[in-house]
Nanobody, 126 residues
Framework: QVQLVESGGGLVQAGGSLRLSCTAS????????MGWFRQAPGKEREFIAA????????DYADSVKGRFTISRDNAKNTVYLQMNSLKSEDTAVYYC???????????????????WGQGTQVTVSS
């Protein structure tokens, strides 16, 4: 069982930055690919970024490439999402997710993740 707790959300002006954190319980964090998703009101949850469990390879949604950076610190059981140049359309609830030994080819699929956090709200004012 893995529990995920996100933090770092809040209100920021357009063009600003935020860093989200997601800390996992348990001792098998290194075995999990970690992903970030978001869900805006009235929209489906969408993939944002992921970092794989073994090689640390990353993948991003086109909408955030060049602005967001995902990273992980296995010693701290934590994955981060650095968000720069934020836009109003980035406003959403952001969720982290853990998928055991999930390969890079599958990281965009919500159904492939085993555990989800409770989400943290990010609001970007224009």
């Amino acid at each position: 069982q893995v529990q995920l707790v996100e933090s770092g959300g809040g209100l920021v002006q357009a063009g600003g930055s935020l860093r989200l954190s997601c800390t996992a319980s348990g001792r098998s964090f290194i075995s999990y690919t970690m992903g970030w998703f978001r869900q805006a009101p009235g929209k489906e949850r969408e993939f944002i970024a992921a970092v794989t469990w073994n090689s640390g390879m990353t993948d991003y949604a086109d909408s955030v490439k060049g602005r967001f950076t995902i990273s992980r610190d296995n010693a701290k059981n934590t994955v981060y999402l650095q968000m720069n140049s934020l836009k109003s359309e980035d406003t959403a609830v952001y969720y982290c997710a853990a998928g055991r030994a999930l390969a890079l080819v599958a990281v965009k699929s919500l159904g492939r993740y085993d555990y989800w956090g409770q989400g943290t709200q990010v609001t970007v004012s224009s």
